[in-house]
């Protein structure tokens, strides 16, 4: 663009100003090219007319857009320029009180001179793992840079921190190095972190001091190196001094102070350890009293001593070595004191004998006082020949006590720094490290002497490094970003570093002159003016000969040669030096004791070690002088640097008066020049400073695109196009991969050419909007026109339709009069004629009748005579017949008994018995044979069926899928449209049935409305008692209100205290199990450290069930068990059980509905069972022996069948766990299967055995006792002596008779059986039938609810709901089917159970039955024994286990459970099997075993939440079963207070033996640990996703503006391919639904789900609140919107999911309230009272950080004034809020565990077979 285009009316620029520096105006008419003046107004409306045109007046600087102005990074500005980087900083320290900006890569720091709030740690835990770019500028950004870089690239860093005394560099060193210890903590109990803090302290002590600009400068420079591990924890550091301020140690100016330590130890002279060293006050000594101001406002130099030495205590510096320094100091300050007098001649000079302060000098270094009397004011010289002593004049003595003293401090300083060093080594090998430079900036005074000049080598050392990594980093960018690399020119200071530290440069003629033995500072100069008079960077002062000035980067600075060699030399004498070598305490000999040279390091290595050796002994150390010293270690600095990734931080002083938030120009640009920000900016704005990503720049200026652009896919396609049409300059701009770069200037351009656009936009909209309220104003003109007209033609036209009415209402009024008398003549006639044709037909009617009547009474009796004849003749043939008939069948039967008694005689009968009887064994092994076949045919066709089943619900998920996608075009499904049809006739139905309930409820409606009339006058008249009943109460409440206040008060304060006394003791549970978590890592690290060659057990295959902690005696305890489908689950498959959670909940329905029923079925029996009973007590009297022999049959039977069947129960768990031992042992599961198949198949084999044995059994035991009841009766008969029977043939019929009876007694038991059976089964069928039609009523029910519901839905969602009905009726057909086959399969398990015991039954009466052959047919015992029928008890509630399956029993319900294995079960099934257990054995009063099972389940659970501690799902389910099994310890205690829900069988169950009270409290405090981790777990997993769900993604699309973004955005550390991904708010719902969800189906008490929900919300609230207080990109209208959308999201998905009264939604108040304060109105004093009530749950600090961050998107918006935000802040200053301003994010709120009882009883729990407890037994 030209200068024309530049220059324009309105534009404003920066002129020069001798006061401010820079001054903006405004131009007042347009530039032409070539013109001599620029016309411009001043903002004080002052007319100006700027010379232009010449070298020396060029065009002034432009200045930037007002919303550029603010901006976090100053290369973000379109013009970078000095008056635009200064004023960007000034705005942002003065009016938003930022005192940190980023300038690319440096952070330019401002010292408030006023302590903030903005250090905290939930400051660091906001700043740490966020990229530099993300938050508003700030060290911890800085330190977070460094750290993840670090930890990315494995490459060490460096933070370097520079700037003027007073600037603030040892505070932001400091708090970098606070940063490091928070975040890269240490992972054992070294307290690295600690120890590195504590270094800070003690440095401050010995090397900081009070200076003109400074009250705590640092006098010394030090680069700390903090050392990390290989997972990135601080395992030690090293600390680098140089160049430490001796002078001050004698010397102090005006209004300074020595350094600290002096103060502190006088400060504390009082204590008693410090008697001896026999100080007073500073003001009493000689180096504490030059700057004649001891003190320091505001700070207490007693307590920095008393954190000086517990600093000392923590790094392991001995009490001993303690004393030994503060003697030192000590010594150093008497040593001041001494009093050199000279003597008359002048030349020498003595000490006073009685000098009090020379002789503490002495006792407390231990040296002895003459030879140190002697030695102070003498010294020896020693020549080739000889060795004398000479006089030293008073001032040389004076001099030689001064660097006397000096040395010593100095030895000192470098023997702490190596034992601090020592205390922050580690043995533990360094991956990589942190170096943080604290140095000294750029210095110059009116007097600048050697310690100037080496501050300054050192910067020009530094500034040198720091402009090659600009420019290297500049180089990076285009490199990557493909652009062509044109070299920038870049000032290099490489010539004035060779002035310095080249051969012949004025350090190495510096240290020539110093070996010169009479060399002066005035030959030195000399020397200097001949060699560099020709530099350029050199110059000789005109008015001086003892001084030189060298141009460096920053400034000309002047230096006075004068006591350059002198401190160059640093000069001791040597007798001095030896005194203190022999002195009595060990500390003060090892000060001065020589050591060896430490190698020099190579090139190639950086070692961590002091820059500056200890001194050696004073000949050598004359070789060595400062300057060489300091040369050396500014090398060895550099090279350090140069090896590690730079970041910098420019430290500036914004005023020379110490005053806060005071800005002074003129001292800032000094500064800013001289520490190389501004050269950053010129660096800069020599290439491409403006740069933007491909999408920012299209969604910024879109508005300047044209439609047919927008349309366009590719999007840099789109920008590329756009750039070429707007800026004609090609080299104006460059494309990148990425992004594309702007020379200074353009994006103003840029910005210029959107706010015009925005402007015609809004003329435009103006326009039509002025237009449309025109055209609306007409409309309802002609409107209301229209309506009286209308009104006008209506009145007449209704006139003539009252007429027309009339007329017509007549002529109908005289038609219906004579309708009705002509009508009226007619019906009398009518009526006469009727009557007279009704009396005729009735006589005529009765005639016949009585005629008829005649007749059949005559057929009656001609009937009854001759049936009578009949009758008589059939009796006498009938009574000749019978008579016939008796005599023949009596002949018959006689034949047929003669006959029947010589067949039983025979043998021949009993063969055929038997051959019959064997005939129906063959044929009921067949049919038993059948019935297996058909058994199995069935389980096959159950499998297929199931899945068939299965793969048509796989089929119909897919069709629904299907239909979802195409609901578009229904068409093509016809079979969905048939069902449309047949649910539209449905719904016609329905709404007939609606319409007959809508004329219901119309009635109804008008009940209610004459009732609620009727109400309405009752209330009228109970509201005029009311008010005169409110009238006398309000007299009486007067009184009692104070009292009411009062106990409210009292209330709300106890409840308070409540919170805060369970807030302290979750927080000492959280303490005790953070301890024991670092107990158990220290475990495994000595473990790991006694570590082997070898096997070596890990946790897999250790014991799960290691106590970990012993508890006190028993405590509560209470489990019930739930009845369980989990066996069906596995069978099944988890995923077609878990297919819809409604089918689960009809499927516990069903196991409920099926419970009742079988309890139903249960007492029927029972009832049949007494009914046969007293039926068989009825005609037991009656009945012949043979039914007693029968029923002791049975019973013997029965009873046999018990005990095998204990037996059989015992042998199938023996079976069990040998096959569950085979199945641990054995990985093959094929093996398994295959030998599990082998074993059933035998088992069905020998179940068809056993049912033909088992009836050939009952049938001999049948032919048996009838036997010997027989052989019984003829005893009894043969011993009755009746002689006349002997004779006869009746004893024969008789016996022959009874056989027979008896034969007809067998057949009649055998039907009267059969026919009982009968009776049974259609019993049964008739129940069925019943159930039948009762679940086709409920299931007509259903489909009549599903009609209702469907025909509420539109036709899409009514077909969608269709065909999920369709699943859901087939899934649930699915599950009956595997119901049957579990029955099914349960019936032949019982049937394998007793396999055994029947075939053993069978060898042993084979066996009786040949002993019985052999013994003669002697009377059976057992026909005579009487049995005792068992009735089984009723299952208690309670589980029984073996003291050695207790192991077995904690790995099964806790260290192998998960989740999913339950999913489908009641919820919290272990906790009830655990409580079962532990309810056994508080019933067998075992109180070892509840106290094993009890602590053993603790420990197991923490165990599993050890290895499970990021798993929220089993730490839920966990929570779940914890407080499930406290509440059960509490339901079943037998405490009265918890037994008020419980039902009558629930009493019963409780504990009767013991109080678990103590372990109620273990189990309690488990539980809140617990829940704390599962907060931790949560919060961990949506910690990442708030910031960019709440703030950053767009919930309301386009809303969000773009911004200009500076050189922050590409921060090395940001990883843009495989950077953290963007979440939404979609994202973050679906996961805390899938939160709610989880806890939901694990049973966890809804009062627990509320208190997580609120806590997550909480957590929600603090993060996105402290971002948006960090961030000003966020903090905009828009942004406000997005919020305040999110947040109302938030608040939906409490109502939706039943949650909005835990109070979660009071947590989010902070963030809602922000988000308003973005989006309301901030000008007026009425929109500061507004704000100030709005905002009542924000603090003062934060609605002002808020209204200071506040950017406006575009140039129609305006900033907040700063009168505003005083207004506000004088409005709040009332307010008693916490001085803190962020929230914080690891507060967890008092968890609360109410007591909720369950209603399910334990009597009615079982367990599955799939969890393998079978060792456990019902009791």
């Known amino acids: 663009m030209s200068v024309n285009e530049l220059y324009t009316k309105f534009t404003r620029v920066w002129i020069p100003d001798p006061e401010d520096v820079w001054r903006a105006a405004e131009i007042v008419r347009d530039y032409k090219e070539g013109e001599p003046v620029l016309h411009l107004k001043l903002e004080d409306e002052t007319p100006l007319e700027y010379p232009v045109g010449t070298k020396s007046n060029p065009l002034p600087f432009l200045r930037n857009p007002d919303i550029l102005v603010g901006e976090n990074d100053l290369t973000a500005l379109s013009y970078l320029h000095e008056p635009a980087v200064l004023h960007n900083l000034r705005v942002r320290f003065l009016e938003s009180n930022h005192i940190y900006t980023y300038c690319g890569i440096v952070l330019v720091a401002i010292n408030p001179y006023e302590q903030l709030q903005i250090y905290g740690e939930e400051v660091i835990t906001a700043y740490s793992g966020q990229n530099m770019g993300d938050m508003d500028p700030h060290i911890f950004a800085v330190a977070e840079e460094a750290y993840k870089q670090m930890a990315r690239f494995e490459r060490n860093q460096s933070i370097i921190v520079s700037g003027e005394s007073g600037a603030g560099k040892t505070v932001s060193a400091k708090y970098a190095m606070r940063f490091f210890a928070t975040v890269g903590g240490s992972a054992n109990d070294t307290n690295v972190e600690e120890k590195v803090l504590a270094s800070s302290p003690i440095m401050e002590a010995i090397g900081n001091a009070k200076t003109t600009r400074n009250d705590n400068s640092s006098r010394f420079g030090k680069y700390i190196q903090i050392g990390f591990s290989r997972h990135y924890h601080i395992i030690g550091a090293n600390m680098r001094t140089y160049l430490l301020e001796k002078s001050r140690v004698v010397f102090q100016a005006e209004d300074e102070r020595n350094y600290h330590i002096f103060y502190q130890l006088c400060a504390s002279a009082s204590l008693p350890e410090f008697k001896d060293l026999g100080l007073t006050s500073a003001q009493d000594f000689t180096f504490t009293s030059m700057g004649e101001n001891i003190f320091i406002e505001g700070v207490n130099d007693a307590e920095d001593f008393k954190k000086t030495r517990e600093a000392f205590t923590l790094l392991g510096i001995k009490d001993s070595s303690q004393s030994s320094i503060f003697k030192v100091v000590a010594s150093i300050l008497h040593l001041g004191n001494v009093e050199i007098c000279s003597e008359r001649d002048g030349e020498s000079c003595h000490i006073a004998n009685d000098d009090l302060h020379l002789r503490h000098f002495c006792g407390l270094l231990g040296v002895e006082l003459q030879q140190m009397e002697h030695w102070l004011c003498h010294r020896k010289l020693v020549t080739a020949s000889e060795t004398y002593v000479k006089n030293m004049s008073s001032k040389q003595a004076t001099n030689a006590r001064d660097a006397l003293a000096k040395h010593i401090y100095a030895r000192m300083f470098d023997w702490i720094v190596e034992h601090i060093n020592r205390a922050l080594h580690t043995s533990s090998k360094q991956h990589s490290f942190i170096g943080v430079l604290d140095i000294y900036g750029f210095e110059t005074f009116e007097v600048n002497s050697f310690e100037q000049f080496c501050i300054n080598y050192a910067n020009e050392k530094l500034q040198q490094q720091f402009n090659s990594h600009v420019f290297k980093l500049e180089q990076e960018e285009y490199m990557k970003e493909q652009i062509p690399w044109t070299l920038i020119d870049f000032s290099d200071n490489q010539p004035c570093i060779d002035l310095i530290e080249a051969r012949l440069g004025v350090l190495d003629l510096l240290d020539e002159e110093c070996k010169v033995p009479k060399g002066t500072d005035q030959n030195w100069a000399q020397k200097l003016y001949r060699q560099h008079s020709s530099s350029a960077h050199f110059q000789k002062p005109r008015m001086s000969n003892i001084s030189f000035i060298i141009i460096h980067f920053a400034d000309e600075v002047e230096y006075q040669c004068e006591g350059f060699l002198e401190k160059n030399r640093d000069t001791v004498y040597e007798e001095q030096i030896n005194i203190l070598k022999a002195s009595q305490f060990q500390l003060v000999a090892d000060l001065f004791h020589e050591k060896d040279d430490v190698a020099s390091s190579k090139s190639s290595r950086v070692n961590v070690r002091p820059a ?263 009796r006498r043939a009938r009574a000749a017949a019978i008579v016939i008939q008796c005599a023949f069948r009596r002949r018959r039967a006689k034949r047929q008994l003669q006959q029947l008694k010589i067949e039983a005689r025979s043998a021949e009968h009993l063969k055929k018995l038997n051959t019959g009887m064997e005939n129906k064994i063959v044929q009921l092994q067949r049919k038993m044979d059948d019935q297996s076949k058909e058994l199995r045919t069935q389980n096959e066709q159950l499998l297929m069926v199931n899945t068939s089943l299965g793969s048509e619900v796989n089929k119909l998920q897919k069709q629904l899928e299907l239909v979802r996608g195409q609901q578009g075009g229904g068409g093509q499904l016809t079979t969905l449209q048939e069902e449309l049809e047949r649910l539209r006739r449905e719904l016609q139905e329905a709404l007939a049935q609606r319409k007959k309930l809508e004329e219901e409820h119309s009635n109804e409606k008008l009940g209610l409305q004459q009732r609620v009339e009727e109400l309405e006058t009752e209330n009228a008249l109970l509201k005029s008692e009311k008010e005169e ?46 301890l024991e978590q670092r107990y158990d890592n220290l475990k495994e690290e000595v473990s790991l450290a006694k570590f082997h060659p070898g096997h070596r057990r890990n946790p897999s295959n250790q014991s799960s069930l290691e106590t970990d902690s012993n508890y006190t005696s028993i405590s509560t305890s209470e489990v019930g068990d739930t009845e369980d489908s989990i066996q069906l689950v596995e069978e099944m498959g988890l995923e077609k059980a878990a297919m819809d959670i409604s089918l689960f909940m009809k499927l516990q329905k069903r196991v409920r509905e099926l419970e009742q029923e079988r309890k139903r079925l249960q007492l029927s029996v029972d009832k049949m069972e007494e009914l046969a009973k007293r039926k068989g007590s009825e005609s037991r009297s009656s009945t012949s022996e043979q039914e007693t022999a029968d029923l002791a049959y049975n019973n013997l039977k029965r009873q046999e069948l018990e005990t095998e069947n204990k037996k059989l129960k015992n042998d199938l768990n023996e079976l069990r766990k040998t096959i569950a031992e085979r199945a641990a042992q054995n990985n093959s599961s094929n093996e398994l299967q295959d030998s599990y198949n082998l074993l059933l198949s035998q088992l069905k084999a020998a179940n068809e055995e056993l049912d033909a044995r088992k009836e050939e059994v009952i049938i001999l035991r049948t032919q048996i006792v009838s036997t010997a009841q027989l052989l019984e009766k003829n005893d009894h008969i043969e011993s009755t002596k009746v002689p006349e029977l002997d004779n006869s043939k009746e004893p024969v019929d008789k016996e022959e008779a009874l056989q027979a009876y008896h034969g007809l007694r067998e057949s009649k038991k055998l039907l009267e059986a059969q026919l009982q059976t009968q009776s049974r089964q259609h019993k049964d069928e008739l129940e069925a039938l019943h159930t039948q039609i009762e679940l086709l009523k409920d299931d007509i029910e259903k489909k009549q609810e599903i009609l209702n519901y469907t025909s509420s839905l539109s036709p899409e969602a009514q077909v969608e709901y269709s065909v999920q009905q369709e699943l859901t009726r087939l899934t649930n057909d699915n599950l009956d089917l595997k119901e049957l086959v579990e029955k099914l399969e349960k019936n032949e398990r019982k049937l394998k159970k007793q396999l055994r015991i029947y075939m053993k039954k069978v060898q042993e009466l084979e066996a009786s039955q040949a002993a019985a052959a052999q013994t003669g047919r002697s009377k059976p015992e057992l026909s005579r024994q009487v049995t005792v029928q068992r009735k089984e008890k009723d299952f208690e509630g309670m589980l029984e286990y073996y003291k050695e399956d207790e192991a077995l029993l904690l790995k099964t319900l806790i260290t192998d459970i998960r989740p999913s294995i339950v999913s489908a079960t009641v919820p919290c099934l272990p906790a009830y099997i655990l409580f079962m257990c532990i309810r056994h054995a508080d019933y067998i009063n075992d109180d070892q075993k509840v106290e094993s099972l009890l602590t053993s389940t603790i420990n197991s659970i923490k165990k599993v939440l050890k290895k499970n501690n990021e798993d929220f799902e089993m730490t839920s389910f966990w929570l779940a079963n914890t407080s499930r099994l406290l509440h059960c310890l509490k339901q079943y205690s037998g405490d009265e207070v918890f037994m008020t829900q419980n039902s009558t069988k629930q009493n019963e169950h409780c504990l009767k033996n013991f109080d678990l009270a103590e372990y109620r409290q273990v189990l309690s405090d488990l539980s809140i640990q617990i829940y704390q981790q599962l907060i931790k777990v949560a919060e961990g997993i949506i910690q990442p996703m708030i910031v960019s769900a709440m703030l950053e993604s767009e919930s309301i699309p386009s809303l969000a503006g773009v911004k200009p973004m500076g050189y922050r955005n590409r921060s090395s550390s940001m990883d843009m391919e495989d950077g953290p991904s963007s979440y939404t708010l979609e994202a973050l719902i679906r996961q805390l639904g899938q939160f709610h969800g989880i806890m939901r189906d694990h049973g966890l008490d809804p009062e627990i789900v509320g208190q997580v929900v609120r806590q997550l919300f909480h957590c929600i609230n603090a993060v996105t609140l402290n971002n948006l207080l960090l961030r000003k990109d966020v903090c905009s209208w828009s942004t406000g919107m997005q919020l305040r959308y999110n947040t109302s999201q938030m608040e939906e998905w409490l109502r939706g999911n039943n949650l909005y009264q835990s109070k979660a939604a009071a947590t989010l108040e902070p963030i809602i309230q922000a988000a308003q304060l973005l989006q309301v109105k901030k000008k007026t004093t009425q929109d500061a009272e507004a704000i100030c009530s709005l905002c009542s749950s924000l603090t003062t600090q934060q609605i002002v950080k808020i209204l200071n961050l506040y950017t406006p998107l575009n140039e129609f918006e305006e900033r907040v004034t700063v009168s505003f935000i005083r207004n506000i802040q004088n409005r709040l200053q009332d307010r008693n809020d916490p001085p803190q301003l962020l929230l914080d994010t690891k507060h967890v709120f008092p968890v609360l565990f109410p007591y909720t009882p369950s209603a399910l009883g334990l009597e009615t729990l079982h367990i599955p077979a799939s969890l393998g407890l079978d060792f456990l037994i019902r009791v």
């Open 1029 to 1074: 009943l409110n009238r006398r109460i309000l007299q009486h409440s007067k009184s009692s209100e104070e009292d009411g206040s009062s106990v409210s008060q009292r209330e709300a304060s106890l409840q308070t205290e409540l919170d805060q006394e369970r807030q302290r003791y979750q927080n000492l549970l959280q303490e005790f199990s953070r």
């Open 612 to 874: 500056k050796s200890l001194p050696k002994a004073p000949n050598k150390e004359h070789r060595k002088t400062v300057g060489l010293q300091f040369r050396s270690s500014l090398h060895l600095l550099m090279e350090t640097l140069n090896a590690t990734t730079p970041h910098y931080v420019r430290c500036i002083k914004p005023n020379d008066h110490k005053e806060a938030f005071s800005f002074d120009s003129r001292r800032a640009v000094q500064q800013l020049r001289a520490c190389g920000v501004l050269e950053t900016i010129r660096i800069s704005a020599a290439g491409y400073p403006s740069r933007w990503t491909y999408p920012d720049f299209f969604s910024r200026y879109r508005v300047l695109l044209k439609k047919s652009d927008m349309m366009s896919a590719d999007k840099k396609l789109v920008c590329k196009n756009l750039l070429e049409t707007l800026i004609k300059e090609p080299d104006m701009f460059q494309f990148g991969k990425t992004k594309i770069f702007f020379r200074a200037g353009q994006v103003a351009y840029l910005e210029k050419l959107r706010a015009d656009k925005f402007r015609s936009a809004c003329i435009m909209i103006q326009k039509t909007v002025r237009g449309w309220l025109q055209r609306v104003r007409y409309r309802k003109i002609r409107k209301s026109a229209i309506t009286l007209q209308r009104y006008g033609r209506g009145y007449l036209a209704r006139r003539y339709a009252d007429f027309l009415r009339l007329t017509r209402a007549a002529l109908i009024c005289q038609k219906q009069y004579r309708m009705v008398r002509d009508r009226r003549a007619f019906l009398k006639v009518r009526q006469s004629v009727v009557t007279i044709q009704a009396f005729a037909r009735g006589m005529f009617t009765r005639r016949i009748y009585w005629e008829f009547l005649l007749h059949h009474k005559a057929m009656i009796i001609q009937k009854n005579v001759r049936r009578w004849l009949q009758r008589k003749k059939f």
